[in-house]
């Protein structure tokens, strides 16, 4: 079920003490989607997906995530009200990946996470499929 759809910008200034998704300008066409809902004594391992794609919107807004993910991931996550281990976190470019955020131990004020990219797969894409086809 398709829960959100918009476009995220993000001027590469800090506001409110809160470090930008990265230093560069950029923006991005989001989708959340509700993939699963726990149901008694049913939990998925995964519940939402954020399917992610370059939107552009002006030249110089032409940042890529695959460096940031793990800041974009917290601001959506905060906003959204996600959790960012139980998300698949999608993005659309010449090739269809995901990002892994694992969490790991806590050295500094905040979390950090060990990030790894990976080709989506079969049945990812076969769950996801309906929703992209017009991004």
């Given at each position: 079920m398709l829960l959100h759809?918009?476009?995220?910008e993000w001027d590469?200034?800090?506001?409110?003490g809160?470090?930008?998704?990265?230093?560069?300008?950029?923006s991005y066409r989001v989708k959340i989607i509700k993939l699963a809902t726990d149901?008694?004594?049913i939990s998925y391992l995964v519940h939402t997906a954020v399917?992610?794609?370059n939107a552009r919107t002006n030249p110089t807004m032409n940042t890529s995530l695959k460096n940031y993910i793990h800041n974009f991931?917290?601001?959506?996550?905060?906003?959204?009200?996600?959790k960012i281990d139980k998300t698949l976190w999608i993005e659309l470019d010449d090739k269809i990946r995901v990002a892994q955020l694992k969490p790991?131990?806590?050295?500094?004020p905040e979390l950090l996470y060990s990030i790894s990219w990976r080709p989506i797969r079969p049945n990812e894409l076969a769950m996801i499929?309906?929703?992209i086809t017009d991004m």
């Open positions: 759809d918009f476009i995220y590469g200034k800090t506001t409110k809160e470090k930008p998704v990265s230093w560069w300008p950029g149901k008694n004594n399917i992610l794609k991931a917290r601001k959506i996550s905060k906003e959204y009200d996600l790991e131990q806590k050295l500094a499929k309906s929703y």
